[in-house]
């Protein structure tokens, strides 16, 4: 079977402003600890809260006073990454089980003086929608989720105890989990196949299983002594099913939506509450009746939106909806006289009635004291067959449903069939925080706004990890038109709000895609940054995200050479033998380890690593970028076997396709593993440009130093088979696809270069980019860092590692295992994944014939000499230059003491609009050229300088048609005038 692909992701969550407890999106989850007085919350902001209640849990119900404040905020952790589902206590109330979306279960111990991060005990393969337990002693729990698998999971941490596929051979698109329930030795499952299934969790083999329902299954519970299910469904229809007689007993039908949850705390269900879509919360009481349909059914409660989860303790009713606030209701004493009206009575004809809510509550005080009674009007029948409680056998056959009432009994039709809960406002609420439930990422991609469930909007910095400005209730499309800026950067990374938080998530395959110009924010040439420097926002942003851990490791490395230093001269002394031929000598010197400048490192080459394979803070910082500035040129560059005309922005068609055959791992090494040995003289020139943009151009782009030629080949001695033999074995090495790994490779080449060369001073194999490529940046401490996995075994991606900024150093050892190859690369080496340049086509012309063409006219007839391309963050003055040096050339013999730049007297035009002269070629086919095809750009002269028509050459009739080769060059060596005639740099902008 085919191994599934996985990789690793790295994702960051921008510190929202310090806030008071509580969530910020709806609360899913609610369990209580009634003997601590404690309500815990769950939410989809995946955070769990912890709520003194501040009272006596066995207190009557009418100890607290309408209105009292009475809670306070304990405690609260963000527990996961994605949604919470759903909440269990267990363990005598002292550990809190969580399932999310995030596909993990974890168990959070709030009790425990250690105050630890909830831990994983397991994780399914989709979103986890529902969690049981056997009871406050067990050592277990069970979760159900999309994958159709039920898991009893150790809560000590030992993985999982049993799994159930509860589809088995049936193969369902309706298997899904939604509802758990267990009780005395059996547990249940129910989903949106709408059938109850019963298995022994013990062994994990089906019981048997109740059909009856039409709906999605929501709700599941299961008595003490584990003979009877309640089941809630979306039919809206709670079931009681009895495993004795292997059969529904009852249907109850007091709900008219689609019931979301049950709670009971009564050991046979007697007493249980139900709750709605429509917001409805019922309290059925069946104590001290022969049948259940006798039983008093009363709507305690209506909310404004559907309640997702019901709890009642100490005499109150805690409900969570799809908003972040929590409400707490005064209970129903089911046991108080039942209030009947004098001269009217309802009438109903089957199910539940319709429900109007009055202005205000009902109930003056608490319900059962001895002032108060149930409303008649509050009452809910249980089912098509039931009848009001407390109503003497003759009144009982007028309210029957299968008798008429008497003519002057009947209510008028406009108070038929209308319920009035007990409660309609809250005694108290526990207030919720906003969070972001909408964002808009505008076109630089390093800006994005954000809006909140208060209507707020926020200008966020995705690279600072700040808030940039707020704008208060607006439309955050009118805010987006006004900050937007007209540009076109490549996506980079993806932002996510599911928790009410702004992430941002960094996919190596793309997060190296995105470059901007060093000016653009705020740094200029006297800032280390040379003319049109260019800064990559995914290197950028990692490299600061893990600043500590780089300084570890740094830290990490000089003693570790140290002590490798000492040891081998001990070696050396103990035995004295002369060195081997071929064998490495380092000059000496005292700067070994990576300098902190103005935050960043100047770094020396490691002895036979860097040399061979320079890292990209090295070229980087040596060749300005507008030759291939992008640190997707660079890792390029690294992966690519070095040869006479290396790759650059712009180059013809067949260089292109010679560039996107990319290097393989034993090339790398190769490369990597050469001896130190002095590098051989580059090849002459063979041809050099005589205009002066290629004299600009050279100068601009100095020779890369460190490099190596492909076909340089350095000496090596020859071996003996048993040296062979042992070579063989270190090739064979393999390291861990981790920071560790890259950790260890660099040990491993100190270790291989002290064999050879004992006692030698060691220079750092850790080469960090440098400042002019990623500039300083003070992220917030408290920013959080995940590490995820995406696998095709699961649906979203694992987490690996959850942390903050602030104590990655701290964390160093968990991170080099869980950081990825490609991540640590970054940090330690200053490479990154090799991606082709992506380039622009675009076709140059007069404008009005006004100036001469830039080329002359090609002898073959079907080529267009004036078709161009070039790297699509190319600014126009570059392309201006390139007119210029054409159409405009320099006089050697009467050379310019103060020429004027390109872009001051040469405009480009695109769609009859006037090009800024800092505008890239991307960003003018996004938003100016807005079509297929070549773009077609035109250049003129705005009148400041006069421009010399250039002097015509006729060719001679000897010549042949001229063509352009793979290389670049031409025929016979021999290029137009007004090209420049060298293959030392490819040309800024390219004939295709």
Request: hydrophobic share 30%.
């Amino acid at each position: 079977m085919a191994r599934k692909f996985t990789h690793q992701r790295v994702s960051y969550v921008l510190p929202l402003p310090d806030a008071p407890g509580g969530h910020r999106l709806g609360v899913n989850g609610l369990a209580v600890d009634s003997d601590n007085g404690i309500l815990y919350s769950a939410g989809r902001d995946g955070v769990l809260c912890s709520w003194d209640l501040n009272r006596n849990p066995s207190s009557s119900l009418s100890s607290s006073a309408k209105g009292s404040k009475t809670i306070s905020h304990r405690h609260q952790v963000q527990a996961h990454s994605h949604w919470i589902n759903d909440i269990v206590l267990t363990q005598n109330n002292s550990a809190l089980v969580s399932a999310s979306s995030d596909t993990t279960v974890r168990v959070w111990r709030p009790q425990s003086e250690a105050n630890e991060l909830p831990v994983s005990i397991g994780r399914h393969a989709d979103y986890v929608k529902c969690l049981a337990t056997s009871g406050q002693q067990s050592n277990w729990v069970a979760s159900g989720g999309l994958d159709q698998k039920v898991v009893l999971w150790d809560l000590n941490g030992g993985g999982d105890i049993l799994k159930i596929d509860t589809c088995g051979d049936e193969v369902t698109e309706k298997g899904s989990v939604y509802a758990l329930g267990t009780g005395g030795s059996v547990l249940a499952t129910g989903g949106p196949e709408s059938v109850v299934r019963v298995w022994d969790p013990k062994s994990g083999k089906l019981i048997t299983k109740f059909v009856g329902h039409t709906d999605n299954i929501r709700g599941i519970l299961i008595n003490e002594s584990g003979d009877t299910i309640m089941t809630a469904s979306s039919d809206q229809t709670v079931k009681v099913w009895s495993l004795t007689a292997g059969r529904c007993t009852h249907t109850l039908t007091m709900h008219n939506d689609s019931v979301w949850s049950l709670y009971s705390d009564h050991p046979q269900l007697s007493v249980f509450y139900s709750s709605d879509r429509s917001g409805l919360v019922a309290k059925t009481d069946t104590r001290d009746v022969p049948d259940i349909d006798q039983g008093t059914s009363i709507a305690a409660l209506q909310e404004h939106e559907g309640v997702v989860k019901v709890v009642a303790t100490g005499g109150s009713i805690w409900t969570a909806t799809p908003k972040s606030s929590i409400n707490r209701w005064s209970d129903v004493d089911t046991t108080a006289d039942i209030e009947f009206p004098n001269t009217s009575a309802r009438r109903f004809s089957g199910g539940s009635p319709t429900l109007e809510s009055p202005p205000e509550s009902t109930s003056q005080g608490p319900i059962g004291s001895s002032k108060n009674k149930i409303p008649h009007s509050s009452l809910l029948l249980l089912s098509n067959t039931a009848t009001f409680p407390g109503l003497d056998p003759e009144r009982a056959t007028i309210y029957s449903s299968v008798s008429s009432p008497k003519p002057n009994e009947i209510v008028n039709d406009e108070e038929l069939g209308v319920v009035l809960p007990v409660h309609t406002v809250p005694e108290e609420t526990i207030e919720g925080q906003h969070g972001l439930i909408k964002y808009s990422l505008l076109n630089d991609r390093k800006r994005t706004l954000t809006q909140d469930t208060a209507g707020e909007v926020v200008l966020w910095d995705l690279i600072k990890c700040v808030p940039l400005k707020a704008f208060g209730k607006r439309h955050i499309e009118d805010v987006a038109s006004e900050v937007n800026t007209v540009e076109s950067i490549a996506n980079w990374c993806t932002v996510d709000i599911r928790t009410g938080r702004l992430s941002v998530i960094l996919e190596p395959n793309r997060c190296f895609d995105a470059e901007i110009y060093a000016d653009e924010v705020g740094y200029s040439e006297n800032d280390e940054h040379g003319q049109d420097q260019r800064l990559n926002l995914g290197k950028w942003v990692l490299r600061w995200l893990f600043g500590d851990l780089v300084e570890e490791e740094i830290q990490r490395d000089e003693a570790y050479r140290e002590t490798a230093v000492a040891k081998s001269a001990e070696f050396r002394v103990d035995n004295p033998t002369e060195q081997t031929p071929g064998s490495q000598v380092l000059p000496d010197t005292s700067s070994t380890t990576p300098r902190v400048v103005n935050g960043s490192h100047s770094s020396i080459a490691v002895p036979g690593h860097n040399i061979a394979a320079p890292s990209a803070s090295n070229l980087s910082s040596s060749l300005p970028t507008t030759e291939e500035g992008s640190s997707t040129g660079l890792g390029h560059d690294l992966d690519t076997p070095f040869s006479d005309k290396p790759s650059d922005y712009f180059s013809n068609t067949h260089a292109i396709e010679a560039d996107k055959q990319p290097s393989t791992a034993a090339e790398d090494q190769a490369s990597t593993a050469l001896p130190l040995s002095p590098v051989e003289p580059e090849k002459e020139e063979k041809r050099k440009g005589s205009s002066l943009f290629g004299k600009k151009f050279r100068m601009e782009f100095p020779k890369k130093l460190g490099r190596t030629s492909t076909d340089v080949k350095s000496p090596v001695p020859e071996e003996k088979p048993e040296e062979s033999d042992k070579s063989s074995e270190k090739e064979e090495k393999v390291f861990e696809n981790s920071l560790g790994g890259v950790i260890d490779r660099i040990r491993h080449e100190y270790e291989t270069y002290l064999a050879a060369n004992p006692g030698s001073n060691l220079a750092s194999g850790i080469t960090p980019s440098s400042n002019a490529d990623t500039p300083m940046l003070n992220i917030p401490p408290n920013t959080s860092i995940l590490i995820q996995e995406e696998s095709g075994d699961t649906a979203v991606a694992a987490d690996l590692y959850r942390g903050f900024v602030g104590n990655v150093r701290e964390e160093t050892d968990k991170l080099e295992k869980a950081v990825p190859h490609w991540l640590g690369e970054l940090l330690l080496k200053n490479q990154i994944v090799a991606k082709e340049v992506v380039k622009v086509a675009f076709v140059l012309k007069p404008y009005e014939d006004q100036l001469p063409p830039i080329a002359k006219p090609d002898v073959s007839p079907n080529s267009n000499s004036s078709r161009l391309n070039a790297n699509r963050m190319l600014r126009v003055k570059k392309v201006l230059a390139y007119v210029a040096e054409r159409i405009d050339p320099v006089d050697p013999t009467d050379p310019d003491p103060n020429p004027m730049k390109p872009e001051e007297y040469l405009e480009l035009y695109c769609q009859n609009i006037l090009i800024p002269e800092n505008m890239t070629l991307a960003t003018i086919r996004t938003h100016i050229w807005r079509a297929g095809g070549d773009m077609i750009l035109y250049y003129k002269a705005n009148g400041k300088k006069t421009i010399r028509p250039p002097v015509v050459e006729v060719p001679s009739t000897e010549t042949p048609a001229t063509t352009e080769s793979t290389d670049g060059s031409h025929p016979n060596g021999v290029l137009p005038p007004s090209v420049p005639n060298t293959n030392s740099e490819p040309p800024l902008i390219s004939g295709v």
